[in-house]
């Protein structure tokens, strides 16, 4: 069975570095075609996103967040870690992370998401 | 990249059939047959509902369907049931190996 969980912190101040880690089980970022993918979604708005680390260590960001992110995999913890440079409130949202299976072109596995708030 | 487009809201009486489009360009939703869908309730997780256009995963009722045709992506729910009342969100894969999400629709069965 594969499981997805996000933490980190629910409060961040502008200008500071947000560290999400997605922890899994069920699956090994080595195998071949997986990926972890990471979405947000601000309160009351649609979901937007943001990265992909496939099992090679191919890493896709999104073009507009590019600059501001980077994920990571550690094969041997089974996580996956975001991180965001130079929050603003506009970051404030629930952070997805989610399985990409071999041969579905889509996430089907979801963690249960994570709140934060960007907050001077 | 532009979010792709969906119509904000649909609505349909139980038993009849909703269709939602999601329209993109030649660069994500027409470059491929890379289409998802998701069905999303309030305060919880999305959940894969359609991928590669027209497959469902295990356990999602053929109640859901999809199509593709040139840069518009539809999903089509028949015999609309009260539980079906969700958002529902598109995603293609694009051209440069990037995602791209729709606005999101708000289904509400009458």
């Known amino acids: 069975q594969i499981t997805l969980k996000e933490s980190g912190p629910t409060l961040v101040k502008p200008t500071q570095t947000l560290t999400l880690t997605c922890t899994f089980s069920?699956?090994?970022?080595?195998?071949?075609?997986?990926?972890v993918g990471w979405v947000r979604q601000p309160p009351g708005k649609a979901l937007e996103w943001l990265a992909l680390?496939?099992?090679?260590?191919?890493?896709r960001y999104s073009p507009s967040l590019k600059s501001r992110l980077s994920v990571t995999g550690d094969t041997s913890k089974n996580q996956v870690v975001l991180r965001m440079t130079n929050v603003d409130p506009g970051d404030t949202a629930t952070y997805f992370c989610?399985?990409?299976?071999?041969?579905?072109?889509?996430?089907?596995?979801w963690g249960q998401g994570t709140a934060v708030t960007v907050y001077s | 990249q532009s979010a792709l487009t969906q119509p904000a809201s649909v609505s349909g009486s139980p038993g009849q059939s909703i269709t939602i489009s999601c329209t993109g360009t030649?660069?994500?939703?027409?470059?491929?047959?890379?289409v998802s869908w998701y069905q999303q309730y309030p305060g919880k997780a999305p959940k894969l509902i359609l991928y590669?256009?027209?497959y469902r995963p295990s356990g999602v009722p053929d109640r859901f369907s999809g199509s593709q045709s040139g840069n518009t992506a539809s999903l089509t729910i028949s015999g609309l049931q009260a539980e079906d009342e969700a958002d529902y969100y598109c995603?293609?894969?694009?051209?440069?190996?990037?995602?791209?999400f729709g606005g999101g629709t708000k289904l509400t069965v009458l």
């Open positions: 995603c293609s894969f694009t051209t440069s190996g990037t995602l791209v």
């Open positions: 069920g699956f090994s970022l080595t195998s071949s075609g997986l990926g």
């Open positions: 680390i496939y099992w090679d260590d191919d890493k």
């Open positions: 030649s660069s994500d939703v027409g470059a491929y047959n890379f």
């Open positions: 989610a399985h990409k299976r071999w041969g579905y072109d889509a996430f089907d596995i």
């Open positions: 590669d256009v027209i």
